[in-house]
């Protein structure tokens, strides 16, 4: 998983070389809500001069993120689009 996490922010610092600094969270869903349950991802990017782009992922409709590797993956793109929205903007 941590690969996986490793690549997903090297893409996303291709579209924005200033983040200072990243935190992601991967939670697993309960032992008991395994099925249908899906991975919730939280990314919390920081960047000057005050700007953090924050992105709470979870889709338990979605049957795909039952699998962590596609939630991560969703959650990084949400983040691209945030940071190509901010970058339009200014």
Do not use: C, N, Y
């Amino acid at each position: 998983m941590h690969a996986i996490i490793e690549r997903e922010f090297e893409r996303l610092e291709t579209h924005d070389d200033r983040i200072t600094s990243a935190r992601v969270t991967v939670i697993a869903p309960g032992d008991h809500h395994r099925h249908g349950a899906g991975f919730q991802i939280h990314i919390l990017l920081t960047m000057p001069p005050k700007e953090d782009i924050v992105v709470s992922h979870s889709a338990s409709d979605d049957g795909r993120h039952e699998h962590a590797e596609v939630a991560v993956k969703d959650a990084f793109a949400i983040a691209r689009r945030q940071l190509d929205d901010l970058r339009q903007k200014k």
